[in-house]
């Protein structure tokens, strides 16, 4: 750092008053213009330098051309969550320049591309103007990648502004480069001749500035999609049929990148034991799967909501047929083509109950990236045990955006093919088996995989009525019987599935339940709320059926707010839906508007919730314990 640039920041911090670490950042630029990999630099090099970040990508559904935002949020106390407000503003658009301008709170920042000639016309924030065309002539860059390394004037001109190590920027794009030293330092060097050119012509009033920390020791940065991925190798997928589809295509497309890596036969190292297709639509994907799983491999697919509306077909033939499936839901905002690059949570009474007839669906949800990985393994082997599709639900929020993560941990359980029976168990037997048939009482039957050579090991896989022994039938007590142990295999699901998350606090008498992406603004908010005299408990729903702990949840707190990213408050109905006798003690608090949930929302919505319903008491009670802060 320069001795001009050190001597103004102090100034503007004995001036102004530094806020350090704790504000967030928003780039405007184009969709395709390779801001991206500015903003991943940056989000990367704030990260390295100890200080807890996130980012969110706002980007359109076409391929170029459109207004796109990425907002990194700086949190030395590890807020995660979106912030709705804007302290610094990058503007290198001129469709979104007054938009831009409008949202930088009093007193930010607002950077601008000097050629945007367009008037400021706003006294209370700083305005830094930068020459990003003359920086970009002068750094010799070809004339085709003029465009995308533009956009690292604003990484130059932010290092110096807000104080971020030049080295943890390099050390970013090393990474993103994977080491090239040409791509390296073409960027870098733009990066340094607009640092260098902020020292000697902007003076800082701001109050903005980061200042290294160790708050992400111990912490990798990663997407859910790639997380699944992993987590769906280490789990031994052995097939993987999937359509292209926002948000869910980075998944599939990560599988293809790491299968090749990790997953290579060791006694014939040119042999794959893997395969990837990429079916003509989703119908084709499943179907695939189906027949995979059903051969005795380790069968997925991933997609989104109109995909899965496709795919409802084949799913309730797996679930009849009660062939082991994995099928990831990566969410986006519905219904029909919907927002394809917007988030939600908007499919978990559709998956619930998929396909027609008498049909529940096994769920997982994860909350943290940590647990796409994690889910990504544990759900082959809940597929197995029960042989029933497995639906995960995550959403873009995790699908598609930077989080801090513990690292992946190995799966610490062997694998679980379930009840199959190979040769010996067959003459162990004398031939005696039902495919069909509940042996054990819990609802699960015995299988057999294509290849056990044993005479009686075959039968005949159907979707239509059937008795124990996969024999064709319409008897009605048969299929009464049918139907009755498919709902006692659900019950038993819930002792194979992972229990849900419960953080409590001192004489909380309020309750929180949500699921997934919505937790970390749910936790942010819970602390806002502990600060103003409100205890809450939280729970965090992680797969369906319910264990017996949610409704346990429920019956230890007088009012339970559901929180969730849904017009129709989803999980508020299949809470309701399982708990007849509890549901007055529940309040829907359910929202969408394609963006991630932020923690004033949620703090917010939760002490306004007793002035909107006709609940005298819950008002009585919830004035009394404002009254007492």
């Given at each position: 750092m320069s001795a001009t640039q050190t001597l103004e920041q102090d100034q503007a911090a004995q001036t102004k008053g530094s806020v350090v670490n704790d504000f967030s950042i928003t780039v405007g630029t184009v969709n395709g213009s390779g801001s991206q990999t500015s903003n991943l630099t940056i989000l990367r090099a704030l990260f390295k330098m100890g200080i807890p970040v996130s980012g969110k990508n706002l980007f359109p559904s076409n391929i170029q051309g459109l207004p796109t935002w990425y907002t990194i949020r700086v949190s030395k106390d590890g807020f995660l969550a979106r912030r709705e407000e804007h302290e610094i503003v990058v503007a290198m658009n001129p469709a979104t320049f007054a938009k831009d301008l409008a949202g930088v709170l009093p007193g930010g920042a607002f950077l601008y591309a000097d050629d945007i000639r367009l008037a400021i016309g706003r006294s209370d924030i700083s305005v830094y103007p930068m020459p990003v065309k003359q920086l970009v002539k002068e750094s010799g860059a070809p004339s085709e990648l003029r465009d995308y390394v533009a956009n690292m004037v604003y990484v130059g001109v932010l290092a110096w502004l807000l104080n971020i190590d030049l080295d943890k920027i390099y050390q970013a794009l090393n990474f993103h480069f994977k080491g090239k030293p040409k791509p390296i330092d073409l960027n870098f060097g733009v990066v340094q001749a607009a640092h260098q050119w902020a020292s000697q012509n902007l003076t800082k009033t701001d109050p903005y500035r980061v200042e290294p920390m160790s708050a992400t020791e111990g912490y990798i940065m990663a997407d859910g999609n790639t997380a699944a991925a992993l987590g769906a190798i280490y789990g031994g997928v052995q097939f993987a049929a999937w359509y292209p589809i926002t948000p869910a295509s980075s998944l599939a497309e990560s599988l293809v990148e790491y299968l090749p890596i990790l997953r290579k036969d060791p006694e014939e190292p040119g042999r794959n034991t893997y395969a990837v297709v990429q079916a003509e639509d989703e119908l084709a994907a499943i179907g695939m799967a189906v027949g995979a799983g059903w051969a005795g491999l380790r069968a997925m697919t991933s997609t989104s909501g109109p995909g899965l509306s496709l795919m409802a077909e084949y799913a309730g033939l797996a679930y009849f047929a009660e062939v082991p499936l994995v099928i990831w839901d990566v969410q986006r905002v519905g219904p029909s083509t919907g927002l394809p690059t917007r988030t939600a949570q908007g499919d978990l009474t559709f998956v619930s109950f998929i396909?027609?007839?008498?049909?529940?669906?096994?769920?997982?949800?994860?909350?943290?990236?940590?647990?796409?990985?994690?889910?990504?393994?544990?759900?082959?082997?809940?597929?197995?045990?029960?042989?029933?599709?497995?639906?995960?639900?995550?959403?873009?929020?995790?699908?598609?955006?930077?989080?801090?993560?513990?690292?992946?941990?190995?799966?610490?359980?062997?694998?679980?093919?379930?009840?199959?029976?190979?040769?010996?168990?067959?003459?162990?037997?004398?031939?005696?088996?039902?495919?069909?048939?509940?042996?054990?009482?819990?609802?699960?039957?015995?299988?057999?995989?294509?290849?056990?050579?044993?005479?009686?090991?075959?039968?005949?896989?159907?979707?239509?009525?059937?008795?124990?022994?996969?024999?064709?039938?319409?008897?009605?007590?048969?299929?009464?019987?049918?139907?009755?142990?498919?709902?006692?295999?659900?019950?038993?699901?819930?002792?194979?599935?992972?229990?849900?998350?419960?953080?409590?606090?001192?004489?909380?008498?309020?309750?929180?339940?949500?699921?997934?992406?919505?937790?970390?603004?749910?936790?942010?908010?819970?602390?806002?709320?502990?600060?103003?005299?409100?205890?809450?408990?939280?729970?965090?729903?992680?797969?369906?059926?319910f264990a017996h702990e949610v409704g346990e949840f429920i019956s230890n707190h007088e009012i339970v707010y559901v929180v969730e990213m849904n017009r129709d408050g989803q999980l508020h109905q299949l809470l309701t839906l399982e708990y007849p006798h509890l549901a007055t003690r529940l309040r829907s608090i359910a929202y969408t508007d394609g963006l991630p949930l932020s923690a004033s929302f949620v703090r917010e919505a939760i002490l306004a919730w007793p002035n909107k319903v006709e609940d005298l008491e819950s008002k009585q009670k919830f004035a009394s314990l404002m009254a007492e802060e």
């Amino acid at each position: 750092m320069s001795a001009t640039q050190t001597l103004e920041q102090d100034q503007a911090a004995q001036t102004k008053g530094s806020v350090v670490n704790d504000f967030s950042i928003t780039v405007g630029t184009v969709n395709g213009s390779g801001s991206q990999t500015s903003n991943l630099t940056i989000l990367r090099a704030l990260f390295k330098m100890g200080i807890p970040v996130s980012g969110k990508n706002l980007f359109p559904s076409n391929i170029q051309g459109l207004p796109t935002w990425y907002t990194i949020r700086v949190s030395k106390d590890g807020f995660l969550a979106r912030r709705e407000e804007h302290e610094i503003v990058v503007a290198m658009n001129p469709a979104t320049f007054a938009k831009d301008l409008a949202g930088v709170l009093p007193g930010g920042a607002f950077l601008y591309a000097d050629d945007i000639r367009l008037a400021i016309g706003r006294s209370d924030i700083s305005v830094y103007p930068m020459p990003v065309k003359q920086l970009v002539k002068e750094s010799g860059a070809p004339s085709e990648l003029r465009d995308y390394v533009a956009n690292m004037v604003y990484v130059g001109v932010l290092a110096w502004l807000l104080n971020i190590d030049l080295d943890k920027i390099y050390q970013a794009l090393n990474f993103h480069f994977k080491g090239k030293p040409k791509p390296i330092d073409l960027n870098f060097g733009v990066v340094q001749a607009a640092h260098q050119w902020a020292s000697q012509n902007l003076t800082k009033t701001d109050p903005y500035r980061v200042e290294p920390m160790s708050a992400t020791e111990g912490y990798i940065m990663a997407d859910g999609n790639t997380a699944a991925a992993l987590g769906a190798i280490y789990g031994g997928v052995q097939f993987a049929a999937w359509y292209p589809i926002t948000p869910a295509s980075s998944l599939a497309e990560s599988l293809v990148e790491y299968l090749p890596i990790l997953r290579k036969d060791p006694e014939e190292p040119g042999r794959n034991t893997y395969a990837v297709v990429q079916a003509e639509d989703e119908l084709a994907a499943i179907g695939m799967a189906v027949g995979a799983g059903w051969a005795g491999l380790r069968a997925m697919t991933s997609t989104s909501g109109p995909g899965l509306s496709l795919m409802a077909e084949y799913a309730g033939l797996a679930y009849f047929a009660e062939v082991p499936l994995v099928i990831w839901d990566v969410q986006r905002v519905g219904p029909s083509t919907g927002l394809p690059t917007r988030t939600a949570q908007g499919d978990l009474t559709f998956v619930s109950f998929i396909g027609h007839g008498d049909t529940q669906s096994i769920i997982l949800l994860p909350g943290s990236v940590n647990e796409c990985f994690e889910f990504g393994w544990r759900a082959f082997d809940i597929a197995e045990r029960l042989q029933t599709p497995v639906f995960v639900l995550s959403d873009l929020d995790f699908g598609m955006n930077q989080w801090m993560t513990e690292p992946f941990r190995y799966p610490d359980t062997p694998m679980d093919r379930g009840k199959v029976l190979w040769e010996e168990d067959l003459e162990r037997l004398k031939g005696e088996w039902a495919r069909y048939r509940d042996v054990d009482g819990d609802g699960i039957p015995y299988r057999t995989l294509p290849g056990n050579r044993h005479p009686a090991a075959a039968y005949f896989t159907r979707g239509t009525g059937h008795d124990e022994n996969a024999r064709y039938s319409e008897d009605n007590q048969v299929w009464r019987d049918l139907l009755a142990r498919l709902k006692r295999k659900f019950e038993t699901a819930r002792q194979y599935l992972p229990a849900p998350e419960v953080d409590c606090m001192d004489c909380a008498q309020y309750g929180i339940i949500a699921f997934g992406s919505t937790t970390p603004a749910i936790q942010e908010a819970r602390h806002h709320l502990a600060q103003r005299g409100i205890p809450t408990d939280y729970l965090r729903v992680r797969a369906l059926p319910f264990a017996h702990e949610v409704g346990e949840f429920i019956s230890n707190h007088e009012i339970v707010y559901v929180v969730e990213m849904n017009r129709d408050g989803q999980l508020h109905q299949l809470l309701t839906l399982e708990y007849p006798h509890l549901a007055t003690r529940l309040r829907s608090i359910a929202y969408t508007d394609g963006l991630p949930l932020s923690a004033s929302f949620v703090r917010e919505a939760i002490l306004a919730w007793p002035n909107k319903v006709e609940d005298l008491e819950s008002k009585q009670k919830f004035a009394s314990l404002m009254a007492e802060e």
